[in-house]
Nanobody, 128 residues
């Protein structure tokens, strides 16, 4: 049974920080890149970051310079450090196995299809 459980969300003021965690189980952790995706009400799900400690990490334009992904393979856990948070970051955050594809010179982050359930995610709210 593949499981990816995100946690660590909360409510912060503009400019604040949060550290999200994602505990993975049911598969060989180091065989995959794990990423973060988010979805705000009324909007489509969008990629935030994808990678691992072996191949590096790709970030969305919005996340670059503010967010940083890291992992601990011994704990099968991925982290997302979120700094200088903005109201636009308000969303439910999910973790999921992912891949990076280069299209027209730009990296595109895609979730792996048929890997596992998105689950409930964790809510991040940034006050305006």
């Amino acid at each position: 049974e593949v499981q990816l459980q995100a946690s660590g969300g909360g409510t912060v003021q503009i400019g604040g920080s949060l550290r999200l965690s994602c505990v993975a189980s049911g598969f060989t952790f180091d065989d995959y890149a794990i990423g973060w995706f988010r979805q705000a009400p009324g909007k489509q799900r969008e990629a935030v970051a994808c990678g691992n400690d072996f191949i590096g990490t790709s970030y969305s334009d919005s996340a670059k310079g503010r967010f940083a992904e890291s992992s601990d393979s011994a704990k099968s856990t991925v982290y997302l450090q979120m700094n200088n948070l903005k109201p636009e970051d308000t969303a439910i955050y999910y973790c999921m196995a992912c891949r990076i594809v280069t299209v027209a010179g730009r990296d595109r982050i895609n979730p792996l299809g048929d890997f596992g359930s998105w689950g409930r995610g964790t809510q991040v709210t940034v006050s305006s």
